[in-house]
């Protein structure tokens, strides 16, 4: 049982350092067994076909993400009750993430394996992302239609597949990853900083801009929640964390 567990992690390893730096082309069997170094009825045996393993690649970096962020908006809605904000539900879709990355000591690669997750518009990882993410994304779909007031929820909704569709897409633009590099390296650009602007994109009135200070201070009172649940501690993660070297590197990375 050991042997078939480590042979299963080892190609599901293999699965996701080609997906990572190749794309879904490098999902071939001959690929993954030459990086695994296992046969192919080793791939037949656990996963049976391509599909089957892309799957449940995404399932095994996906499923935890998707958990940690249902638990944060929960913990948000708690806290603030009726007083949620968008702020607090962008914050715990993207805190997570951001999260994993920083605590992994492969943040580079988890970043990259990520961000091409979420832009690839091949069949074969959309469908498997959609099946995926669709119970979580209707919970989080009725937070922004519950906190954006007097809005249509089907303007609501169209801003937020706007931003959280085109953002991944436009960052695997080689030209949008030179100005990310510059942008993430400054010194004193923060999580609350990054964030914040996310959150612009959606709360705003037709025509108006958003007051971004007040969106910050909003995107900051998520401290107070993080706080209270034991990964947060455990990650040592603050909406203050300056990003640095680590937005610089992962920029590159993605590239």
């Given at each position: 049982?050991?042997?078939?567990?480590?042979?299963?992690?080892?190609?599901?390893?293999?699965?996701?350092?080609?997906?990572?730096?190749?794309?879904?082309?490098?999902?071939?069997?001959?690929?993954?067994?030459?990086?695994?170094?296992?046969?192919?009825?080793?791939?037949?045996?656990?996963?049976?076909?391509?599909?089957?393993?892309?799957?449940?690649?995404?399932?095994?970096?996906?499923?935890?993400?998707?958990?940690?962020?249902?638990?944060?908006?929960e913990?948000?809605?708690?806290?603030?009750?009726?007083?949620?904000?968008?702020?607090?539900?962008?914050?715990?879709?993207?805190?997570p993430?951001?999260?994993?990355?920083?605590?992994?000591?492969?943040?580079?690669?988890?970043?990259?394996?990520?961000?091409?997750?979420a832009?690839?518009?091949?069949?074969?990882?959309?469908?498997?992302?959609?099946?995926?993410?669709?119970?979580?994304?209707?919970?989080?779909?009725?937070?922004?239609?519950?906190?954006?007031?007097?809005?249509?929820?089907?303007?609501?909704?169209?801003?937020?597949?706007?931003l959280?569709?085109?953002?991944?897409?436009?960052?695997?633009?080689?030209?949008?990853?030179?100005?990310?590099?510059?942008?993430?390296?400054?010194?004193?650009l923060?999580?609350?900083?990054?964030?914040?602007?996310?959150?612009?994109?959606?709360?705003?009135?037709?025509?108006?801009?958003?007051?971004?200070?007040?969106?910050?201070?909003?995107?900051?009172?998520?401290?107070r929640?993080?706080?209270?649940?034991p990964?947060?501690?455990?990650?040592?993660?603050s909406?203050?964390?300056?990003?640095?070297?680590?937005?610089?590197?992962?920029?590159?990375?993605v590239?």
């Amino acid at each position: 049982m050991r042997d078939s567990l480590s042979t299963r992690r080892k190609v599901l390893d293999a699965a996701e350092d080609a997906y990572a730096t190749i794309g879904v082309e490098g999902l071939t069997l001959r690929l993954v067994t030459e990086r695994a170094l296992v046969n192919l009825a080793s791939i037949n045996y656990h996963f049976g076909t391509k599909r089957a393993l892309a799957e449940e690649m995404l399932r095994r970096r996906l499923d935890p993400l998707h958990r940690d962020r249902l638990a944060l908006l929960e913990a948000a809605e708690q806290a603030f009750g009726p007083e949620l904000r968008v702020a607090h539900v962008v914050t715990a879709i993207l805190l997570p993430g951001i999260g994993r990355m920083l605590a992994s000591e492969s943040r580079t690669h988890l970043a990259a394996f990520l961000t091409r997750c979420a832009a690839d518009p091949t069949p074969l990882i959309r469908d498997a992302m959609t099946l995926q993410f669709q119970a979580y994304g209707e919970r989080f779909d009725a937070a922004f239609v519950r906190c954006m007031h007097g809005i249509p929820p089907t303007h609501v909704l169209w801003r937020v597949r706007l931003l959280f569709n085109a953002v991944p897409g436009t960052v695997m633009n080689p030209n949008t990853i030179v100005l990310l590099q510059n942008l993430l390296a400054q010194p004193t650009l923060t999580l609350a900083d990054v964030v914040t602007q996310f959150v612009g994109v959606i709360d705003c009135k037709d025509g108006e801009a958003s007051d971004k200070e007040a969106l910050r201070e909003q995107v900051m009172a998520m401290e107070r929640v993080m706080s209270s649940m034991p990964v947060y501690r455990q990650w040592n993660l603050s909406l203050e964390h300056p990003l640095g070297s680590f937005g610089s590197s992962t920029a590159q990375q993605v590239g």
